[in-house]
């Protein structure tokens, strides 16, 4: 079994910046891939970006492509979303996920998940 945890998240104005991260803990030998998701009030869970765990190789969606970047401390079993020049749009909760294998944006495909950190964005 895995447990994510993401923290980070809180209230930020447009074209400001935060943090998130997203902390694995139990058997974390297992994890491979990793991978962050938001969902908006009213709106389907939307692919953000992920992150292999091994090699560290990225991809992103179009919506924050060039805004968000996701980086790994293999060490500390933590992946981390940097996101800069935040628009009022990317309010949502933001759930990190793993997968043993995967890094699409099927959410399906990811086994674990942590609870979500709200991010408010302010116009």
């Known amino acids: 079994q895995v447990q994510l945890v993401e923290s980070g998240g809180g209230l930020a104005q447009a074209g400001g910046s935060l943090r998130l991260s997203c902390a694995a803990s139990?058997?974390?030998?297992?994890?491979?891939?990793m991978a962050w998701f938001r969902q908006a009030p009213g709106k389907e869970r939307e692919f953000v970006g992920s992150i292999r765990w091994i090699g560290g190789s990225t991809y992103y969606a179009d919506s924050v492509k060039g805004r968000f970047t996701i980086s790994r401390d293999n060490a500390k079993n933590t992946v981390y979303l940097q996101m800069a020049r935040l628009k009022p749009e990317d309010t949502a909760v933001y759930f990190c996920?793993?997968?043993?294998?995967?890094?699409?944006?099927?959410?399906?495909?990811?086994?674990?998940w942590g609870q979500g950190t709200q991010v408010t964005v302010s116009s």
């Open positions: 139990g058997r974390t030998f297992s994890i491979y891939d």
């Open positions: 996920a793993a997968s043993r294998s995967y890094t699409g944006s099927v959410s399906s495909q990811y086994g674990f």
